[in-house]
């Protein structure tokens, strides 16, 4: 993989992704590629924070378990997304698990290969301030929607969060969710997430084949996404 095709595959908010082709180009370098399988857990709560990783393809769950015991849904990581990068930064324990819900090829970086490149690159210590700020703000927006409204706009907002890429015209969600994982992410029972779906499928606005749930009306669900509690 060349120092392009990486650039092509980080998300918008990637810790890495307003990096120049020399930094991308040491990262491929320096970093290691690992593949997982389904289930397995590429991160562990709890864990020491001896290494982040890029994900260049697959899917990646992010889950925490509370004190209380409750697990807590947090994201789904895809291609692009940088993970393990709070206990990597501080060195302190993961606060949270990520699990690859597909095949996953991700690069990982250890933090001796990112100290080397930290030295070589001056500049990047800025630019990841910038990256974590952005995305802290993005979190704030989130959290701030989530208590401003109620259940309704929540799920619709969650649900439009998962779509697949702008290209792919059939609403499919990126990946089969059970009505109890679906509530764990958004944060509502499965009653009240079943009694939702029930009725935005009876209004043609959602529909399920083969396990798989797709929007029909995308412009009616952000319009519920929208509303007011």
């Known amino acids: 993989m060349h120092a392009s095709q990486l650039q092509e595959r980080l998300s918008q908010h990637s810790l890495f992704a307003d990096c120049s082709d020399d930094v991308l180009a040491d990262i491929l370098m320096r970093g290691n590629c690992c593949n997982f399988t389904r289930d397995d857990i590429i991160i562990r709560q709890g864990d020491p924070g ?23 849904i947090l994201d789904y990581a895809e291609n692009g997304q940088v993970i393990g990068e709070i206990a990597f930064f501080d060195h302190g324990e993961r606060t949270a698990s990520a699990e690859a819900m597909s095949d996953v090829t991700a690069l990982s970086l250890s933090q001796s290969a990112f100290n080397t490149i930290m030295e070589t690159h001056r500049d990047l210590g800025l630019q990841l301030i910038k990256a974590m700020a952005r995305r802290l703000r993005l979190t704030n927006t989130i959290v701030e929607s989530d208590r401003a409204f109620t259940s309704g706009p929540r799920l619709a907002r969650y649900l439009l ?18 009505q109890s994982e679906l509530g764990n992410f958004v944060g509502l029972s499965r009653e009240q997430i079943n009694r939702q779906l029930s009725s935005w499928s009876d209004n043609s606005i959602i529909r399920m084949d083969a396990g798989y749930l797709h929007i029909v009306d995308k412009q009616l669900l952000f319009e519920i996404s929208e509303a007011a509690g």
């Open 161 to 178: 969060r998962l779509m697949l890429a702008d290209g792919d015209d059939t609403g499919r969600l990126k990946l089969k969710l059970s």
């Open 50 to 72: 001896d290494a982040l990783y890029i994900i260049l393809s697959g899917l990646v769950r992010i889950s925490m378990v509370a004190s209380n015991g409750h697990e807590i």
